[in-house]
């Protein structure tokens, strides 16, 4: 399964000796998920024990680090979710003042980070990880993409733009829609040809989401303070009761 040029030591054996070593280990075993899951495209086998002989390190040895199997997964994508932030942020940015441009600026990057780094994308959001009770989910290195289109929402709001609908729920709403729009650009297409199509889509999104011009439109409906889905989304990011 493993191999030298993995870099995880798979099936190689290991000195015993970890003694002030837990950091580099914990990157060791993280980087045997991450070829793990490049390699079975999914984390349905993904296993304590696979993991171990992947490292080559026993699987007792991972619990140190790790409480179960979902902490390994979100471990092993946390990169690539922080990836996907880092160029939605940086486009922000270069889009200048204007809130709405920022915000479309980041459903582009969020676009264009899929549609260049397929695998990494279906590994993110494509396939199925393990399920967790949702007083965890709010733990999920995805909360990060999710913060990031709600700060640009409320740049929106603050600036004098209309929503159609309550932050949370718009930005839900938006990355479900740039989700879907992405995930049938792998599924339809296998080169560039739909790149244009796709940003122009996520443009319509935005447009259906945020008012043209800041102020209220008779053609855009303004969203009600609040509504059951924004406040179902608002449970989910809240910490776990104490």
């Known amino acids: ?14 000195a015993r000796s970890r003694r002030g070593q837990g950091a ?30 992947e490292v080559g390190i026993s699987a007792p040895s991972i619990y140190l680090h790790f409480a179960d199997k979902t902490e390994l997964v979100w471990a092993a994508l946390a990169d690539r979710y922080d990836e ?7 486009a922000g940015a270069d889009a200048g003042d204007d809130p709405r441009e920022r915000l479309r600026a980041q459903a582009h990057a969020y676009c264009l980070f899929a549609m260049s780094n397929p695998g990494h994308y279906r590994l993110m959001f494509e396939v199925r990880q393990p399920a967790v009770e949702p007083s ?7 909360r990060h ?28 709403t938006l990355w479900a829609a740039l989700h879907g729009t992405v995930a049938l650009h792998h599924s339809l297409y296998h080169d560039e040809s739909s790149e244009t199509l796709t ?3 996520a443009d319509g999104v935005v447009d259906s989401l945020v008012t043209g011009t800041p102020g209220t439109s008779p053609h855009f409906p303004s969203a009600p303070p609040d509504s059951e889905a924004s406040r179902q989304i608002r449970d989910l990011l809240s910490p776990p009761q104490q």
Not at 1 to 14: D, E, V
Not at 136 to 142: E, K, L, T
Request: glycine residues 12%.
């Open 136 to 142: 965890r989910i709010n733990g999920h290195p995805a």
């Open 24 to 53: 580099q280990l914990r990157r060791e075993i993280v980087a045997g998920v991450q070829h793990l899951l490049a390699e079975w495209g999914s984390a349905d086998q993904l296993t304590m024990r696979a993991v171990a002989k």
């Open 199 to 201: 940003l122009h889509l």
């Open 1 to 14: 399964m493993g191999t030298a040029s993995a870099g995880t030591g798979a099936g190689n054996g290991r």
């Open 84 to 90: 996907l932030v880092a160029q939605m942020t940086r």
């Open 145 to 172: 993409v999710s913060a990031s289109f709600r700060t640009a929402l409320r740049g929106c709001l603050e600036s004098g733009y209309a929503l159609s609908l309550p932050v949370e729920q718009a930005a839900q």
